[in-house]
């Protein structure tokens, strides 16, 4: 059974850079039938697409954040990755790994999430 | 702001039905592309409870369902109960985005 688990430090700093891991076990992130990526949510507010990762490489990204963010892959660990750079409390949210189908009629699967605060 | 828009709250006794809308536009849900809707209870992550528009996950209960038309979609809870005390969101696709996108959450309350 798929699961996803995110990991990285729970507090940043303002102005620093913010860095998660999706740990994927039960499956393949090399496989052409899935995306990878991020969603955010700030305390006590909705739901956030960052952005995703396809097997090729190719990423996608929220327009909004686009400027500081950046997802990459590590095939070998069955990982991939989420920065965010020049961060505020703003940033503040628990963070979300997913698992999007490239068939868009399935859902999104979901890890359990990583509450980052940004902080001094 | 959302891209979906959704009521912030409705309410209901239990037995009710009630509905939650969610509204898109001419690139996502308008454009054809599906609608899922997840139930977030406090402190866990969103769970799947109706997706494709209308089908039910095996386990979900068949007091939720779905429905779709033109730009928009809605949740029906019929039978209310009040473990379904909890945020719904809708998703679609947006294809000027290539991502995914959100309604910004409806708290159900059981009255």
């Known amino acids: 059974q798929l699961q996803l688990q995110e990991s990285g430090p729970g507090l940043v700093e303002p102005s620093e850079t913010l860095s998660l891991t999706c740990t994927v076990s039960?499956?393949?992130?090399?496989?052409?039938?899935?995306?990878w990526g991020w969603i955010r949510q700030p305390p006590g507010k909705g739901l956030e697409w960052l952005g995703y990762?396809?097997?090729?490489?190719?990423?996608y990204y929220n327009p909004s954040l686009k400027s500081r963010v950046t997802i990459s892959a590590d095939t070998s660990q069955s990982q991939f990755s989420l920065k965010l750079t020049s961060v505020t409390a703003a940033d503040t949210a628990v963070y979300y790994c997913?698992?999007?189908?490239?068939?868009?009629?399935?859902?999104?699967?979901w890890g359990q999430g990583s509450l980052v605060t940004v902080s001094s | 702001q959302s891209v979906l828009t959704q009521p912030p709250s409705v309410s209901g006794a239990p037995g009710q039905r009630v509905t939650i809308s969610c509204t898109g536009s001419?690139?996502?849900?308008?454009?054809?592309?599906?609608v899922h809707w997840y139930q977030q209870l406090p402190g866990t992550a969103p769970k799947v409870i109706i997706y494709?528009?209308?089908i039910r996950p095996s386990g979900v209960p068949d007091r939720f369902s779905g429905s779709k038309s033109g730009t928009s979609a809605s949740l029906a809870i019929t039978g209310l109960q009040v473990e379904d005390e909890a945020d719904y969101y809708c998703?679609?696709?947006?294809?000027?985005?290539?991502?995914?996108?959100f309604g910004g959450g409806t708290k159900v309350t059981v009255l």
């Open positions: 997913a698992r999007r189908p490239y068939d868009i009629r399935m859902p999104l699967t």
């Open positions: 039960g499956g393949s992130i090399t496989t052409h039938t899935f995306y």
């Open positions: 990762i396809y097997y090729n490489g190719n990423t």
């Open positions: 001419s690139s996502d849900i308008g454009a054809g592309y599906h």
């Open positions: 494709a528009n209308s």
């Open positions: 998703q679609s696709h947006d294809n000027s985005l290539s991502g995914s996108v």
